[in-house]
């Protein structure tokens, strides 16, 4: 085992524990459980709010995956990476002051109580989208502790069971104790271990490179196409690099896991802090994290598993204390994204499926047993799950971001901006959205040579508009609930 | 729905959301212009700006430091502080 690596791991750990104690301290006095144990009371600052947007974005397939990709592509996989740039400012001022305003209007908690409030109460809007947010993410969890559980496993050489253990552990106790305040927090902690950790891993890596023209040499002389915009022979195409805006540019508006943190911000001076901040690190993160994939390839040629690039070409530049100190930001990013969606999970289970249709009467006291109950019984489920992760599992793992997307950009959006829109047409969306994706991914993926989120979300689009101009005698008198609220002002 | 007075914090929402499309698409233009214009040509034939490909540093390096500019100057400038509660309207 290596110590030097194991030690700053550990001590990580241990912060990241402490945060979460110190955040239960809220949820124990808080008079409103739900909304401090699932939004943490709407109280978040800028930097908070931008640090838990990126890490909850950043998530193992952008932090491990992202650089082995690189390595292998070039600077090809380097601009698409830069698409994500977008997602610092577009998905706050798109969502931005109406959702927080209509959020509050609405109490909603969750992105379903939002939808709820703005489709009438309509049952099946509710009860799809509840059942989207739990198969879908539940399988996104899942795969993320297999992910979190070996890259434990490749740096400290504990088993997988061993490794998978630590990391359900740590997770689980932080976010059953401490609710939305401690994942804020401690996503906080992880995205600033995320943007120290890639620039010092940059900077060594240019270094020991022995410059970036030197590399550039390197590069030019094993394949000129590494450093052109098409990949190593020549295959991403432009289309298909571009239709990458869609996915995890602009698409991201639609992730439940998103769009919640736009509902938990203070005020509005620490939405514009959050705008600046998240624009600026999530850009540099990704720009950093992708150039150490390429330019590790004439240091360390000939790595066949991309996975284990980030941690090969890290304990190779650095000294070993400081290498462990950067890989605590692929865990820190494994264990960000995680918490968050345990959480979510979980308030699809608590908030919008059991408050709104089994017990809508429960006291608080319950509310908060439950909420902790569930959030732990997911977790253990998880653990389970990702001993052996069922084929299912990972089946639907593949669909858990394009699909919830489709599902959700346009019942969120156009509900947010369009008043004509109603529940026939949020619930056409989501439909189409989600069977479409799956259909496209199985029998047409990668369409016009782009990528297989870009139909979906085009189809969702023209069935929620449609629907809802269909629709529109039919939904007159339901539909003047959310006009109702605009003028009632 | 004609003639009815809207919320005055709704109007200042819509023109901000409409200037997150604006920004999204000079973005896209900026990155997508300097990749595939500079960058289409054969690899012999790169210029190379602090060691990076042009096409690379014009597209991604300085296209991201522009947009980190834009959104400060945009956000600290034009973004009108409201307040989400309901009865406290617009203080600006």
Request: glycine letters at 10%; proline letters at 3%; aromatic letters at 14%.
């Amino acid at each position: 085992m290596n110590w030097a690596v194991i030690i700053p791991l550990f001590v990580f750990l241990v912060v990241i524990f402490g945060i979460g104690f110190w955040a239960s301290k809220f949820v124990r006095s808080s008079d409103s459980f739900l909304s401090e144990y699932f939004l943490g009371g709407r109280e978040l600052g800028g930097f908070i709010l931008a640090m838990t947007m990126i890490a909850t974005y950043g998530s193992a397939s952008s932090f491990i995956g992202g650089p082995g990709v690189a390595y292998t592509q070039g600077f090809g996989w380097v601009l698409l990476s830069m698409s994500q740039v977008a997602t610092g400012y577009f998905v706050l001022m798109i969502l931005g002051k109406k959702f927080a305003i209509m959020a509050r209007r609405y109490n909603a908690v969750t992105l379903i109580d939002f939808l709820k409030g703005r489709y009438n109460n309509s049952k099946w809007v509710v009860l799809i989208s509840a059942l989207s947010i739990i198969i879908f993410l539940f399988s996104a969890m899942a795969a993320q502790w297999v992910g979190g559980a070996r890259l434990i496993e490749s740096l400290t050489g504990i088993s997988y069971l061993g490794a998978l253990f630590i990391f359900a552990v740590s997770v689980l106790i932080y976010v059953i104790i401490g609710g939305f305040r401690a994942v804020a927090l401690t996503d906080t902690v992880q995205g600033v271990v995320m943007f120290l950790g890639t620039l010092i891993l940059l900077i060594a890596v240019i270094i020991a490179g022995g410059g970036i023209t030197n590399i550039m040499d390197g590069l030019r002389a094993e394949n000129p196409n590494l450093i052109t915009p098409y990949g190593f022979d020549g295959n991403l195409s432009a289309a298909y690099v571009s239709s990458f805006w869609v996915l995890v540019g602009v698409g991201v508006v639609g992730l439940p896991q998103v769009t919640v943190r736009a509902m938990s911000y203070k005020n509005s001076q620490a939405m514009h802090r959050a705008l600046i901040i998240g624009t600026i690190v999530v850009g540099f993160i990704m720009l950093n994290m992708h150039l150490i994939g390429v330019f590790a390839r004439p240091i360390l040629p000939g790595i066949e598993v991309g996975d284990k690039v980030m941690p090969l070409i890290a304990l190779e530049v650095l000294p070993a204390w400081v290498a462990g100190i950067v890989l605590a930001a692929p865990m820190a990013a494994i264990m960000s994204t995680v918490d968050s969606l345990l959480l979510l999970v979980s308030s699809s289970v608590v908030k919008d499926v059991y408050l709104n249709y089994i017990e809508p009467k429960a006291s608080n006291q319950k509310v908060k047993k439950l909420s902790i109950t569930v959030t732990a019984i997911l977790g253990i489920l998880v653990f389970l799950m990702a001993l052996d992760p069922p084929n299912l599992l990972i089946w639907l793992n593949l669909f858990a971001f394009g699909g919830l997307e489709a599902a959700f950009i346009w019942p969120v959006v156009l509900g947010l901006y369009w008043n004509r829109g109603n529940k026939h047409g949020a619930l056409a969306s989501m439909l189409i959205g989600i069977l479409s994706y799956i259909l496209f991914h199985n029998f047409y993926p990668s369409a016009f040579g782009m990528h297989t989120v870009v139909l979906p979300i085009v189809l969702s689009f023209f069935a929620f508009i449609a629907v809802s101009l269909l629709t529109k005698d039919a939904n007159e008198a339901e539909g003047s609930n959310f006009e109702n609220l605009e003028r009632s002002i | 729905m004609k003639g009815e007075k809207i919320d005055p914090r709704f109007k200042i929402a819509h023109r901000e959301a409409l200037i997150g499309v604006g920004l999204v698409i000079f973005n896209f233009i900026w990155w997508f212009g300097f990749a595939y214009g500079l960058g289409g040509q054969s690899p012999d034939s790169y210029t190379y700006v602090f060691g990076l490909p042009a096409w690379f540093f014009y597209s991604c390096v300085l296209g991201f430091i522009i947009m980190a500019v834009l959104v400060t100057v945009i956000v600290k400038f034009w973004f009108v502080d409201v307040s989400f509660d309901e009865e406290g309207g617009d203080h600006s």
